[in-house]
């Protein structure tokens, strides 16, 4: 079965500086992947997704993440964290063939200082 | 990107009693899901509503408790049924666009749901 680890359910850096939030997965074949991003009290929203192609994947607001089959790992980053970066992030899979269910990690939430 | 809309967006309830929450998308699309989120933890997918067809449960929801319509293409309701405090959560509810390749879930606001 598949499943999702994000390690560190609290992150903290200072505005300014480099974000990176951490997602491995467990899968027989490489999944897709997704990073989610819910803001307080606000439903989810799509940061960015890797399916096939090009491992490094760019989405909204300068994030960024890596897929590393070696690894198994689809870490997030983002060279500056700005203020309203602060929020949950979920990194989700979902197996290949079957693009419909959704997988969720326990969310890592990020807290930026001034 | 899809635009879906959930009512109510909260609600208070008492034990005993059950809520129906609505999801609305702004054209059609073949399934939709339903997750829970509960306080300070990830989201759990609850079912998929198939239009048409019963909806599919995942392990540990049962119909009873959560019953699902899917009347049309871009409508579904999810009831949580005799209500306990422990279900108060997030309930949302997503649906997939952009193809069999690259299918990508869109989520509603959510309902927050509080049972006392």
């Known amino acids: 079965a598949q499943s999702v680890t994000q390690l560190g359910s609290h992150v903290s850096v200072s505005e300014g500086a480099l974000v990176l939030l951490r997602c491995n997965y467990s899968?027989?074949?490489?999944?897709?992947l997704f990073w989610y991003v819910q803001y307080p009290n606000q439903g989810l929203q799509l940061l960015l997704k890797?399916?096939?192609?090009?491992?490094l994947v760019k989405g909204i607001n300068g994030f960024e993440a890596e897929f590393k089959k070696s690894e198994t790992s689809f870490h997030l980053t983002k060279p500056s964290a700005h203020m309203s970066d602060a929020a949950e992030y979920f990194c989700?899979?979902?197996?290949?063939?079957?693009?419909?269910?959704?997988?969720f990690g326990t969310g890592t939430r990020l807290q930026v200082f001034p | 990107s899809a635009v879906i809309s959930q009512k109510p967006s909260r609600d208070i309830c008492q034990r005993g009693t059950s809520l129906t929450i609505q999801c609305q998308v702004d054209?059609?699309?073949?399934?939709m899901f339903w997750y829970r989120q509960q306080p300070g933890q990830s989201l759990t997918l609850i079912a998929t509503?198939?239009?048409?067809?019963?909806?599919?449960?995942e392990s540990g929801f049962v119909i009873d408790k959560f019953p699902i319509s899917r009347p049309n293409l871009t409508f579904s309701t999810l009831t949580v049924s005799n209500m306990s405090p422990e279900d108060s959560s997030i309930y949302l509810c997503?649906?997939?666009?952009?193809?069999?390749?690259?299918?990508?879930?869109?989520f509603g606001p959510g309902t927050r749901l509080t049972v006392l």
């Open positions: 997503s649906v997939p666009r952009g193809g069999l390749a690259t299918d990508t879930q869109y």
């Open positions: 899968s027989s074949v490489p999944p897709y």
């Open positions: 890797y399916t096939t192609g090009a491992t």
């Open positions: 989700a899979v979902s197996p290949r063939g079957n693009t419909d269910k959704l997988i």
């Open positions: 054209s059609q699309v073949t399934m």
């Open positions: 509503a198939n239009q048409g067809s019963e909806a599919t449960y």
